[in-house]
């Protein structure tokens, strides 16, 4: 059987593994972290699209044990007004929408599935340099250990070491201008809506929630700010952050006040960043997945969800080409003009986020939005995100 070596036991790792090994190859998994974080990365949005791979590997039921149906999204002015309100998932169909999960959740269920299939997964593996020969690749990791396959898969996120080895003059991701920090809360008489997240145009910064049936609140803010490495953000103390956002939200409506007062547990904070465009996403024996070729901002809600898709499309790819380069090639070509679509649209989001200082331009803005969002819960123009559909039982020659 042939070997493929996983890099990255995030989102899109686990999943080629576990459409590898369907499509008869076998995988490990090399994950740079030394162990799971029960609150790294808070919680995320999977969309109808990832949730239909999810239910392809037989797992959508386990991720709907800590996850809930989300179909809408209400958008509110800073001054509490309601500007309208978008399907989160395909128009008119709110019984298909997108999940809202706890990050860890996801990458539990994803590992748990590896785990169930015996495949192996090593902890506390970074990928530091690659090596390809006529017969193989060789990966060799930070702390001197070193493993062989037949291929090797970058699935290791938006830093991905991959992407620099397949291409040196690849672009680097490029910083959005703002910070995702976000955590939970509980606040008392706060009325449950499950279904629904709320997203606050505040008076000088974005600002969203949703209220889970147990009643904590997910939360999220995205103040504009100068680029800080990930040490640099984890050194800040959650109290800091929290200070921050209270004094950037204190004029913004009920609840967002409450909730910052409120915060209960640890506070996350990070830095988005794009990839727009990356030319090349294989090189020889190795090939790259997910955000480590198209990271994307989170306003679209899409990125876990392309990076599943990518994982099933690549597997399909190696199932039905025999030669490796041939199948990374037809990845590549199914894959690429979608992943970058979504990240122009999110980024598109993501600019309306940005705060103005201009009381004009929120005016407009206000007296604007509730026209365009008119009607919104009906409008399909979106569903292709949603809508995506990849055939396990087709052929990657005729997808
Ligand atoms: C604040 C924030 C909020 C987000 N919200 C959403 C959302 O609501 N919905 C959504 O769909 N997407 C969201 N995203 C985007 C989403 O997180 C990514 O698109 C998704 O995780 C990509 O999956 P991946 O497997 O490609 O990368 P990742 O999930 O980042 O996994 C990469 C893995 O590789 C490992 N790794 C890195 N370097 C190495 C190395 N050298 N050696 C070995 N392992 C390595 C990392 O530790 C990590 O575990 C959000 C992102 C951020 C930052």
Request: contains cysteine.
């Amino acid at each position: 059987m042939p070997k493929a070596l996983i890099i990255g036991g995030g989102v899109a790792g686990p999943a080629a593994a576990l459409f590898l090994r369907r499509a008869g190859w076998e995988a490990e998994i090399f994950e740079a972290r030394h162990r799971p974080d029960a609150f790294g990365g808070l919680f995320l949005n999977v969309a109808t699209n990832g949730l239909a791979v999810l239910d392809t590997l037989g797992l959508k039921a386990r991720l709907l044990e800590d996850g809930h149906l989300s179909p809408y999204m209400e958008m509110h002015s800073g001054r509490g007004r309601k500007l309208g309100t978008v399907p989160n998932g395909p128009a008119g169909e709110p019984e298909r929408g997108s999940v809202v999960v706890r990050r860890e959740w996801l990458n539990a269920v994803l590992r748990e599935a590896t785990e169930n299939a015996g495949i192996p997964l090593t902890w506390g593996a970074r990928l530091e340099r690659i090596e390809e020969t006529p017969d193989g690749v060789t990966a060799h990791f930070a702390d001197g250990s070193q493993a062989t396959g037949d291929i090797l898969i970058g699935c290791d996120g938006v830093g991905s070491p991959t992407r620099r080895w397949i291409d040196p003059e690849a672009p680097d991701p490029a910083y959005s201008g703002l910070l995702s920090i976000g955590g939970f809360a509980r606040v008392d008489g706060l009325e449950p809506t499950p279904l629904t997240q709320h997203m606050v145009f505040g008076t000088r910064g974005f600002f969203g929630y949703l209220v889970r049936d147990d009643g904590t609140v997910y939360w999220f803010a995205n103040p504009a700010r100068a680029e800080m490495d990930r040490d640099a953000l984890r050194a800040v103390p959650g109290e800091t952050w929290l200070d921050e956002l209270r004094a950037v939200h204190s004029e913004d409506p009920y609840p967002v006040p409450q909730i910052l007062d409120n915060a209960t547990g640890a506070v996350g904070a990070y830095g988005i960043y794009e990839l727009p465009h990356v030319p090349h996403w294989h090189r020889g024996r190795v090939v790259a997945v997910g955000d480590a070729v198209h990271a994307t901002s989170p306003s679209a809600g899409q990125g876990a969800s392309l990076a599943l898709e990518d994982a099933e499309t690549l597997a399909l790819c190696l199932r039905d080409l025999t030669a490796h380069e041939q199948a990374f090639a037809r990845y590549q070509q199914l894959r690429q003009r979608r992943a970058e679509d979504v990240v122009k649209y999110s980024r598109a989001i993501s600019r309306q986020k940005t705060a103005t200082s201009s009381k004009l331009a929120v005016l407009l803005r206000d007296a604007l939005l509730p026209l365009f969002l008119r009607g919104a819960t009906r409008d399909t123009r979106n569903n292709h995100l949603y809508n995506h559909v990849i055939r396990w039982e087709r052929s990657a020659l005729d997808a």
